[in-house]
């Protein structure tokens, strides 16, 4: 299944979107639930509770889209230098100070969670602050089942569902501070969506993370060239810590952002991003002037 959260009416609502994305069927959940999208259906199913009943169905189109997981209840997990060509693009600069071998362990920094927005909202420039704004495309794991210490082998188990992510970074607040949280943490600096496609229907290990600036495909790299697949990303980020229902890994972006670039090819006010996943969906956002 295909969970969206969205605004109709002036209020928050929860639903099942159908199988050919024409239609969302609002879930039955009570007022507070509804605030908190899509994690109210996982912590429901974590408990081992059945899905709510759903009402009668409404166009997609007249609804709008939030972020599947409006305010994630903590920190997201992200993973940086997963793609080897994206390794190489940045090796004189995001990675210079890192281990040589790309494959001795992942880097994993976080977002914080007031940093999500949803699949069409805009992203704000902080103007004053950073004047190199990139782009990031990457598949993003949701955990549905919590644990600690979890094995490779268990680890698909733990998986909800996937969603889309732009890992929005400020590359000269990232590269100045030395560690990646500030330049990765700006308001808006996450569009999350369009829903969050559920992992018996839909296949992360397979599947492909495209982007496109202003129309033109930047980015395109299958999620079978991670260096760390998922499952040892959750073996990796459980070690010794608590991982929760609702907790989101963003998996890394392939190669082609606008760092890479000989010159270096920074967003600026009016440039459009898109970022699909085939066979789950896509989020478009314009990036706008403006303090974050």
Same mark, same amino acid.
């Given at each position: 299944?295909?969970?969206? *959260?969205?605004?109709?009416?002036?209020?928050?609502?929860?639903?099942?979107?159908?199988?050919?994305?024409?239609?969302?069927?609002? %879930?039955? %959940?009570?007022?507070?639930? &509804?605030?908190?999208?899509?994690?109210?259906?996982?912590?429901?199913?974590?408990?081992?509770?059945?899905?709510?009943?759903?009402?009668?169905? @409404?166009?997609?189109?007249?609804?709008? @889209? !939030?972020?599947?997981?409006?305010?994630?209840?903590? $920190?997201?997990?992200?993973?940086?230098? $997963?793609?080897?060509?994206?390794?190489?693009?940045?090796?004189?600069?995001?990675?210079?100070?890192?281990?040589?071998?790309?494959?001795?362990?992942?880097?994993?920094?976080?977002?914080?969670?007031?940093?999500?927005?949803?699949?069409?909202?805009?992203?704000?420039?902080?103007?004053?602050?950073?004047?190199?704004?990139?782009?990031?495309?990457? @598949?993003?794991?949701?955990?549905? &089942?919590?644990? &600690?210490?979890?094995?490779?082998?268990?680890? @698909?188990?733990?998986? #909800?569902?996937?969603?889309?992510?732009?890992?929005?970074?400020?590359?000269?607040?990232?590269?100045?501070?030395?560690?990646?949280?500030?330049? &990765?943490? #700006?308001?808006?600096?996450?569009?999350?969506?369009?829903?969050?496609?559920?992992?018996?229907?839909?296949?992360?290990?397979?599947?492909?993370?495209?982007?496109?600036?202003?129309?033109?495909?930047?980015?395109?790299?299958?999620?079978?060239?991670? !260096? #760390?697949?998922?499952?040892?990303? !959750?073996?990796?980020?459980?070690?010794?810590?608590?991982?929760?229902?609702?907790?989101?890994?963003?998996?890394?972006?392939?190669?082609?952002?606008?760092?890479?670039?000989?010159?270096?090819?920074?967003?600026?006010?009016?440039?459009?991003?898109?970022?699909?996943?085939?066979?789950?969906?896509? !989020?478009?956002?314009? #990036?706008?002037?403006?303090? *974050?």
């Amino acid at each position: 299944m295909r969970i969206a *959260s969205f605004m109709v009416n002036g209020g928050p609502e929860v639903g099942l979107v159908s199988g050919d994305g024409l239609t969302v069927a609002p %879930l039955a %959940l009570d007022a507070e639930e &509804k605030r908190m999208g899509a994690q109210a259906v996982i912590d429901l199913l974590a408990a081992g509770l059945e899905l709510p009943e759903t009402g009668a169905a @409404l166009p997609l189109a007249e609804v709008a @889209l !939030i972020a599947p997981l409006p305010r994630p209840r903590r $920190n997201l997990w992200c993973v940086g230098r $997963n793609y080897h060509a994206h390794a190489q693009e940045l090796s004189a600069s995001v990675f210079k100070d890192n281990d040589a071998n790309p494959e001795s362990w992942p880097i994993v920094f976080t977002k914080v969670p007031e940093c999500v927005v949803g699949p069409r909202d805009d992203v704000l420039l902080p103007v004053g602050i950073s004047a190199q704004i990139d782009y990031e495309a990457e @598949l993003a794991v949701v955990i549905g &089942k919590g644990g &600690k210490n979890i094995p490779r082998a268990e680890a @698909l188990d733990h998986v #909800f569902g996937y969603t889309v992510v732009n890992d929005v970074t400020a590359r000269d607040v990232q590269m100045r501070h030395q560690q990646w949280d500030m330049g &990765k943490s #700006f308001d808006t600096f996450c569009p999350m969506g369009p829903w969050i496609a559920t992992a018996d229907e839909f296949d992360g290990t397979r599947t492909r993370v495209r982007c496109w600036v202003n129309g033109e495909l930047r980015q395109d790299g299958p999620t079978e060239n991670m !260096i #760390f697949d998922i499952p040892s990303l !959750i073996e990796t980020i459980s070690r010794g810590i608590t991982l929760y229902p609702g907790d989101v890994i963003a998996t890394g972006t392939p190669a082609g952002v606008g760092m890479g670039m000989q010159p270096p090819r920074y967003l600026g006010a009016g440039d459009v991003v898109r970022v699909e996943i085939e066979g789950l969906g896509a !989020i478009e956002n314009t #990036f706008v002037g403006g303090r *974050s």
